[in-house]
């Protein structure tokens, strides 16, 4: 545990004084009976703010899409519709993602069923028989040149998925980014944390994975909630903070990994004229240092599903 504190990534104390402030000024309309006076409040302060790539204006978008929402919350779990799917609570949560990110060319995410590409390589050092890798919901990667990493994963369940469903999500999730950090210790040659999310409708929680001492650690950092009503918007603000020291950590890591990729290909810049009038000298050969290996069960195959099949797998994927 004193490792898991020591690991802890810390939100610059200027994004945590704005985020406190615009919070402190929705105090006085958390009981009101609509969103009309909060909405024209952003309004204003979004109209006041000179530069519109400000990291104020970000948050005016951020909180006042998260009061949008209301209405689509509105019917989560209509009686006669039927409960939200995941992929429901994924693309509202990817709308405020797309504004946290939208200023980054460096970190991209990406939603809807992507795979993961670690996972496969993981497979193949498993000696599993290769596949296309693991499905995820939502993946972020960064790039150098032409070469793409990716940095963690995030998976959803809908809000009615049961504790045995979820549990196996967790189980993935560990397993898909352990995948990630051993790849990015491969790149880097750094044993450097990531943090990912794990959602179970508007309810989740941050993870903070790293190696130590040969064990895969994975440990819960702070729990997550999206808000539904005024009454519970103070809440997002925890959530909101939590959600900027994310991306910070996205964006050291990607400039770690596109270091390292970048200093990697220059060792060969020159390979076609360096080496062509001397003599090449291998080095010694040396066991390759033991690195945990993050185990995939084999995939089921695939089958035709009738409609009500369809519907009861989504949760068992």
Not at 18 to 27: A, G, S
Request: net charge negative; glycine share 2%; with cysteine.
């Amino acid at each position: 545990m004193d490792e898991c504190e020591k690991r802890r990534t810390l939100l610059p104390s200027s994004i945590t004084v704005k985020i406190d402030n615009l919070f402190d000024d929705q105090l006085e309309y958390r009981f009101d009976k609509n969103t009309n006076r909060i909405l024209q409040y952003f309004d204003d302060q979004k109209s006041a703010e000179p530069d519109k790539t400000s990291d104020n204006y970000k948050l005016f978008r951020i909180v006042q899409q998260a009061v949008f929402n209301f209405k689509f919350w509105a019917k989560e779990s209509d009686e006669v519709m039927g409960s939200y799917s995941e992929n429901m609570y994924l693309r509202k949560f990817a709308e405020l993602m797309d504004i946290l990110f939208e200023d980054e060319n460096d970190v991209a995410i990406y939603d809807g069923e992507t795979i993961s590409q670690a996972s496969q390589y993981m497979k193949i050092l498993n000696e599993d028989e290769a596949d296309s890798g693991r499905r995820i919901d939502m993946l972020s990667k960064t790039k150098y040149n032409d070469t793409v990493i990716e940095v963690c994963s995030t998976e959803f369940k809908r809000l009615t998925a049961s504790t045995t469903i979820c549990n196996r999500q967790q189980s993935k999730n560990i397993r898909i980014n352990s995948a990630i950090a051993y790849n990015i210790h491969n790149i880097t040659k750094k044993e450097l944390a990531i943090e990912y999310m794990d959602w179970r409708g508007r309810i989740g929680y941050m993870v903070q994975l790293f190696f130590f001492q040969g064990v895969v650690v994975a440990h819960q950092v702070d729990s997550l909630y999206i808000p539904k009503l005024l009454l519970e918007l103070d809440n997002f603000r925890s959530t909101l903070k939590r959600l900027y020291t994310w991306k910070e950590k996205k964006i050291k890591i990607s400039n770690e990994i596109r270091l390292a990729a970048f200093e990697e290909q220059r060792k060969y810049m020159a390979a076609d004229i360096s080496t062509s009038h001397c003599e090449i000298v291998y080095s010694p050969p040396r066991p390759p240092k033991p690195m945990i290996t993050p185990f995939f069960t084999p995939t089921r195959p695939n089958k035709r599903k009738t409609p009500h099949e369809s519907h009861q797998s989504e949760d068992e994927e």
